[in-house]
Every structure is written in C-alpha cells, then in structure tokens.
C-alpha cells in the first residue's frame, strides 16, 4: 500500500530535501496530511479535472502536473509537486464544494479500487483544504511524499 504524504514546503528544492529524512516529511516536522493510495499522478490529476470542470489531460498537461521532483532514478520514495491550479481549487473551496466534489471524484476507477465511496473521499478533500489553506496562506506551495 503506498504512501502518499501531502506536505507544504517554501519551495522544489526544500520539497526535495524531505527525501534525506527519514521517515519523509512528517519526521522532517512540515505541515503533513498522511494518506494512503492516494497517488500524486492519475488520482489527483483526476482531482483537479473533477474540481475545475476541466478534462483529465488538460488537468495532466498543466506545469507540474504529476512532476516527479526527484531523480526518479534514485527509486522512491519521490516527491511530486502539485499545480497551482488545484491548489487555488483546494483553498478557496467551500465545505459545501467540497462535498460537491466528493461524490463524482469517489466514482472514478482510482478511488473505487481502493474502496473510498463519497464520505472518504469527502474527508480526504476536507483534510488537503486545509492543508491547501495553510499553505497558501504562509506563500507554499504543496508536494506529495509517494513511498510505493
């Protein structure tokens, strides 16, 4: 089951340096939301589609995008940057949007493989808001740790 850390960072490079902590960015002491198998690539990408009205490949063609920071030659765990858009979506969602968006993201084949109906997809969005929020506010920007 893979690891997925959601975590804020001032920036690419101090995003990276989580990759020498041990344990990743909850040991590194950066803002975290833990979740598990939901990837930074296909699952998010979907996200950002789900919550901006867009497609999946304009949602997947936007700078950074499932960008794998790292070298992906070194072998996970990586660090994947998010995009600006889905972070804006993220922070300036309304809990009722929120819940809105849940539901058609829970129907995508990511999701229901790994058993997340409306109500848990409604708290993953609920916890990376906040996450998104708090960033924003202290100018980060947000990355996921994905140890496969």
Not at 19 to 48: H, S, Y
Not at 121 to 143: I, N
């Amino acid at each position: 089951m893979p690891l997925c850390d959601y975590f804020s960072a001032d920036d690419d490079r101090t995003a990276v340096t989580v990759l020498r902590t041990p344990g990743g960015p909850g040991q590194a002491g950066l803002d975290v939301v833990f979740l598990k198998n939901i990837d930074p690539v296909v699952a998010i990408v979907r996200l950002e589609a789900v919550m901006t009205g867009c497609s999946y490949e304009e949602a997947g063609e936007r700078p950074m995008s499932g960008h794998v920071l790292s070298d992906p030659e070194d072998g996970p765990p990586f660090v994947v940057g998010l995009t600006d858009t889905l972070i804006d979506a993220l922070a300036t969602a309304s809990p009722d949007d929120l819940v809105r968006f849940a539901e058609p993201w829970s129907r995508t084949d990511e999701l229901r493989q790994i058993g997340i109906g409306a109500e848990g997809a409604a708290d993953v969005l609920e916890a990376l808001a906040g996450l998104a929020r708090r960033a924003r506010a202290s100018g980060r920007r947000l990355y996921c740790w994905w140890a496969l």
